[in-house]
């Protein structure tokens, strides 16, 4: 079954383009020229990289495995050094699909992997690792669809945007929004829009007023606008061709470092 799955995969991010987003949601053409660059490799523990955070010192990230993984935060290098291991106390690792991070040290570990919709109730881990301490957000879908999953997430301005994967066959990804607080929640759709890809992760630029979506073939740019945050404002999108690519993260406002389960570190740099 896992090589259908990864066969499937393959063949659906080698014919993903950004056509269909230039014609259906006026996606515009990255003007400007980019250029992909295989940089590292991550180290063995982190054998399905499915979430990027940046570590404090420059040049260091946080990432995380993918469902059955042990409840660990890794801390490496760009040469693929491991440099530390934080276990996240009071948490398991159901299907752990993103990570990121707020301005007050916190780290947010989405446990809302969910292919085959058996999970009514998705967690959030917000984990402070000077203080040690876990708190858990709850959440569920107030309509949930036959396919109620979520791989992707981003924290902005004591929020988290939610993204559907998009495995149903009218290609619609939902956005959610819910508090960066620990409670309980039940959630509805802020916005949506049709994208024939599967969002795999999400990330928000430094100055917050970019967000990227990293799909299995292509990444998605948006431009917030104030305090909005929704899809109506489509700023680019380009190829990103790599595997099971599932991690992405902002090294400045226009760069990023993408990460594949196959254990690739990528860099995308525009000039």
Known sequence: MNKLIYLWLAVKTVF???QPDHRTNDFKK?????????????????SESSGLAKGIQPGTFWTHNDSGGKPELYLFDLNGKLLDTKPVPNARNTDWEDLTQDNAGNFYIGDFGNNTSHRS???????????????RI???YQSPASLSDCESFFYRQGSLYLFSKNWGKDHWVKMYRLPANQGDYTIAA????????????AALSPDGKTFALLTYGKVLLFETSGDNVDFSKPKGCFRFSRKQSEAIVFLNNTDMLMTNEQGSIYQTTFR
């Open 190 to 201: 802020t916005d949506s829009i049709r994208i024939n890809a599967q969002i795999t992760s």
């Open 121 to 135: 109730i998705l967690s959030i881990y917000k984990f402070n690792p000077d203080l040690n301490s876990t708190e």
């Open 138 to 140: 709850d959440f569920r």
């Open 16 to 18: 993903c383009t950004c």
């Open 30 to 46: 990255v003007k400007r020229h980019y250029k992909i660059s295989k940089i590292g490799q991550l180290p063995a523990v982190a």
